[in-house]
């Protein structure tokens, strides 16, 4: 089980835009950002879509949308008080299509080894949620499907014969970020750090 962090979350912008779209991610290990990115690619070859650029590759926490400016050091502050101290083992599970039927997304779902971490996450979620006024709460209610989506689709498609992958590999979190997702005409967003709490490796 990972403690609650008792340390500082690292800014890593100084300004914040009033139109901003924010989100808390957990971080991929760069190694395997890049073999999910080549994943992504070979399923929309295979099945239309867009893949997620490896460099933009995570796994949300919480999507917070619209925060007022004055508000985002209490979710930092959150962050930096509640977040775990220690990387977050996890592994990958099955490939899974968005809604069934017809999906809008293909993803790498993700389970983690300690039941204790996932309650600390959840409660990490709920609290950077209430604070951001998450639409009024209804959001926090939802339980958590944690997940990497690798693949989008402009209309929703239905999707079969995902390839049963094997996953082997345990991996580790390695940070927990607060991002501004900027919106791009005909391109993939670009994810803005806003700030940073890095998770240690236990000794």
């Known amino acids: ?65 619209r925060v007022t400016p004055s508000r985002v050091p209490e979710i930092t502050t959150e962050l930096a008080q509640s977040a775990p101290s220690a990387t977050i083992p ?32 959840d409660r990490l979620r709920v609290a950077v949620g209430e604070i951001a006024d998450v639409s009024g709460g209804s959001e926090l209610e939802r339980p958590i499907w944690l997940h990497v989506t690798l693949v989008r689709f402009g209309r929703p498609s239905p999707i079969a014969n995902l390839p049963d992958v094997q996953w082997e590999q345990v991996f580790a979190f390695t940070g927990i970020t607060l991002y501004d997702s900027h919106q791009r005409t005909a391109e993939p967003p670009r994810f803005e750090p806003v700030a940073t709490v890095a998770l240690e490796t236990p000794a």
């Open 90 to 121: 996890a592994r990958l599970d099955a490939l899974r299509a968005r809604p069934g039927g017809r999906a809008s997304v293909i993803a790498a779902q993700i389970e983690l080894e300690s039941a204790d971490d996932a309650a600390v996450l």
């Open 1 to 65: 089980m990972a403690a609650a962090a008792t340390g500082s979350v690292d800014p890593m912008t100084d300004t914040l835009r009033d139109d901003n779209r924010l989100f808390v991610a957990l971080d991929l290990p760069d190694d395997l950002r890049r073999h999910l990115g080549e994943l992504a690619e070979r399923l929309a070859g295979e099945h239309g879509g867009r893949a997620v650029p490896a460099e933009n590759l995570h796994a949300t926490l919480s999507f917070l949308g």
